[in-house]
């Protein structure tokens, strides 16, 4: 998700064009990008310092950072101790690592690398230059090898977000077409869907994309799918869905619902659907409230309530497709008026296979 300027951008229906080429491959590659279920060694936030991402709301945004914080070093280590997070005073334009900061994967040879996806303000905002060295800091810190995907069919850096990637870690993603096949806030103009299916299998080990429709309304990045479709296992999609049909979100998940239905019927996936919240608006604008915007952390769920009659069906919807996690909810009103709520902001360090013995 990204952070509101007081701008605003047009939208366009997320159906992908003819000869977009979407396809699936069959390839075998050394990366694998690991399930956000999967051992951490860290999780990555940038304190919030942006006065314009929250106009006006900008005070509470560090307690809640605060709150997750507490509910990360709490869960992870039974009682908040000295040395359960680090502060690193790194340049950054806003927070939102999830899609700033690189994707962590796991190599043949066992080891984590850093893909550094190219970033560019979400292909609409100027101010985003030290967010696109975060990389570079990260390496620096983690002590990590980084590479710079490019693009298969010029070369040219490949331009990416992690809140547009959502894997099961045994070769499947998920990924809209808004976000990459349509001519609104074009990251790599003239590619095509086989063409980031290449890019997929060969940073992130994929070699079944599967292609829905369209994000949340009022998502500012124009499709990311952490907004609206989450794995919790390897055949397990949490999808979220309106019943009600004067909503716009009811389009857009009845096609992504069919989407995944049609997958079902090909090879095993198991679909749960829990609810959006009703719609949150600030000064006449709908903002992009999702419970699927949650943090898998080791051994916890962080979700984004909403103080809504649903943030106790999506908690119950969450929590037994994670029997074994701590399912925490977190009050996110005033953080969703930046844009983006946990999973945006946060972003996961693999354990290598070493660390977890």
Known sequence: MSPRDGSTSKRKAGAAPKGSGALSMELSLARRMPAEWEPHKATWIAWPHHEPDWPGKLAPIPWVYAEIVRALTLLGAHGVKEGSYRLHPVSNDRVWLRDSAPTGVIRADGKVELVNWGFNGWAKYDNYKKDAEI???????????????????????????????????????????????????????????????????????????????????????????????????????????EPDPTDENHVRSADNLRRLKATAKKQPLKIVTIPFPRPVMMDGDRLPASYANFYIANGAVLVPTFNDPNDRVALNGIAEAFPRHKVVGIHAVDLVWGLGTLHCLTQQQPAAPADKK
């Open 135 to 241: 990389g570079r800091q990260i390496e620096r810190l983690a002590g990590l090898p980084r590479i710079e995907p490019k693009r298969p069919d010029n070369g040219e850096r490949l331009i990416l977000e992690g809140g547009g990637i959502e894997v099961n870690g045994a070769g499947r993603i998920l990924v809209t077409e808004e976000w990459l096949l349509t001519d609104v806030q074009v990251r790599n103009p003239g590619m095509i869907a086989g063409d980031y299916e290449k890019a997929f299998a060969e940073y992130l080990g994929v070699t079944d994309t599967i292609w829905l429709g369209e994000g949340a309304v009022g998502d500012d990045t124009h499709g990311h799918v952490d907004d609206i479709a989450r794995f919790s296992s390897r055949d397990t999609v949490i999808l979220a869905t």
